[in-house]
Each structure stands twice: as C-alpha cells, then as structure tokens.
C-alpha cells in the first residue's frame, strides 16, 4: 500500500518502523521543523532521523493548512495517510485527499482522555488501565470513528516514560493488524460517544510543584505522570529539586510537608498520614541521582529532619 506517514516524536517512530518492515509503500513521511536544542542547534525530531536511515523522503512544512501542503501531499499520491502525535491539527481536506482516509494512532482507549497528553493524564489520575486506539480522522480532535483498540494495565509504579515505549509498540502491533482491513474494506467503524469523552490537556511547569497535603497516592501519580517532563518537583535544601521515583510508604505521625532522612532515601510526611519514600532526584543544577546518595553527599544521618 502507498503510505503517508505523519509523526514527530520517539511515540510515532515504533509504527513507522513496522510500516516499513511490512513491506508498505511510504512515499512521504511529514514530521514538524527542526527546533533549537543545546547551544541553540538545531535538533532533528525523532521520526525524521528514523526516516533518513530508510532513505525516506521527509517534509518538514511549518503548517499544513493551505493549497501547498494539500497539493504536495496529492502529489504524492497515496492510498492512505498514517498519522501518530504529528503536532499539527490536520485540515479536513488533507484527512480526505487519500482515497483510503487518514488514520491515527492515539494512546488511549477513546472517546477518554482526547488531545495531547493522554499518557501522563491516564497516570496522573491513578488509571489502572489505557491503551492504544486506531480511529479514522476527523475534523473534531480525536473524534473519529474507532476501528479497532488495544487495552494494557497500567503498572503500579509505571512511570510515564516507561508506559510511552510500552505504547509505541503496542499502537505499532495494533497498527500492522489493522491496516489488512482497510486494504480490503473490512475496517470497522465505530462513532464516538462524545458524552463519555475526556480531555487531555498539554502539560506544563505549573504542574510540577507538589502539594504534601495531598494523599500519598496522589503524590506517587504526579511523580510518575510527570516523567520525563516537567517532572515532579520540591524544594529541597533551600533549592528546587526534580522528583524522579518514589515509593509507596506507611503511615506517620510527621505533619504533612515534613522531608525525614531515610537509609534507602527521603522519606515524605502526605497529608493523609501516610508517607511516600523518594529514591531518585534531582537538585537544582545537579545531575539525576539517588536520594540516599544525595543525603550521603550532604552527611545527613538517618532519622534527620529536612524540612
């Protein structure tokens, strides 16, 4: 089949590498502009050093609205377009110039957590499940009709990081799957009931700080929603510190917000008297390192207060 593939980041490499091994045609692959990185260079997207590899033709257009974008895409005459996380809102006369449509792989188990983030939110909210949707385009975000899904466990101490490569592959799988039904007219088609539909929103630093007066559980959430940005953050020592791992803990009589040193880390007084037990951080212009080493470093002994 002749395929345009539309992604961005590491999320979207897993389903245009398995396109490829399938054998399709990718006549074009779009991926959004170069971006400043370190020392203001500019850093490639994922996708796009993925397709170099492949000998791919890439095209990096700043906005897919207008009649150059809809006739390069025609051009390039393809039987299906593939999109997943591109990063762009994609016109409805873009979505129907392939004769097969446009499909997209979305991390979630639709018509819950629609937009940009459902990972993070899925966690964040103390989901013990999610998983991958393959859904036609439409204009609405993320509200096409589904054709097929894919449904995993969320781990209890599964990080954000660790549940988008799971995803990947797993949305790379359902993707190799479904794409046979489309070929031959099989595909289901199944409206969203926008009633059940949630939302999730993009991420950002304002949801870093954490609030001790929540519960614990809350608190273990936001640490491992928010990996591997913006991340969970306290102040620690006087400075702000990133928050990478924690666990679970039990029950304290320390009021909430209290910091204990702890021999495998930084042990954390919740406001529903439980605590959480932090083992990774990171202090203000250090580097990623356990929390006991950290304490080591400042010679704090066990059983010490922080804060």
Excluded at 15 to 33: K, M, N
Excluded at 47 to 59: F, H, I, M, N, S
Excluded at 278 to 284: F, V
């Amino acid at each position: 089949m002749r395929i345009v593939f539309m992604g961005t980041p590491d999320f979207a490499v897993a389903s245009l590498r398995r396109l490829a091994a399938d054998g399709h045609e990718i006549v074009g692959v779009f991926t959004q502009p170069d971006k400043p990185g370190n020392r203001k260079k500019l850093t490639a997207p994922p996708v796009k050093e993925y397709a170099l590899t492949l000998g791919l033709p890439v095209y990096q257009p700043e906005r897919m609205r207008g009649e150059e974008a809809l006739a390069l895409l025609r051009a390039l005459k393809p039987d299906l377009t593939v999109v997943a996380a591109y990063g762009q809102i994609l016109p409805e006369d873009i979505l129907a110039a392939p004769p097969l449509g446009s499909i997209n792989v979305h991390a979630s188990i639709l018509p819950k957590y629609r937009g940009a983030a459902p990972i993070n939110w899925a966690i964040l909210n103390g989901e013990t499940e999610t998983g991958v949707t393959i859904m036609y385009m439409a204009r609405k975000l993320d509200a096409g009709d589904i054709i097929s899904v894919r449904a995993t466990p969320i781990g209890p101490d599964e990080d954000a990081e660790q549940l988008f490569a799971r995803l990947a592959e797993l949305g790379a799988d359902l993707l190799s799957e479904t794409i046979p039904a489309i070929a031959d007219g099989s595909a289901a088609r199944t409206p969203q009931i926008d009633a059940d539909s949630t939302y999730a929103s993009m991420l950002s630093r304002e949801m870093s700080p954490i609030n001790w007066n929540k519960s614990a559980e809350q608190i273990i959430n936001q640490i491992r929603g928010l990996v591997a940005w913006p991340c969970a953050s306290m102040t620690l020592d006087g400075k702000t510190a990133k928050v990478w791992r924690a666990e679970r803990g039990g029950r304290t009589a320390d009021a909430a917000g209290t910091l204990r040193a702890a021999k495998r880390g930084i042990e954390a007084a919740c406001g529903d008297g439980n605590s959480i037990l932090i083992t990774e951080l990171q202090s203000e212009g250090g580097k990623r390192m356990a929390a006991n080493a950290w304490l080591n470093g400042k010679r704090v002994a066990p059983g010490a207060i922080l804060v």
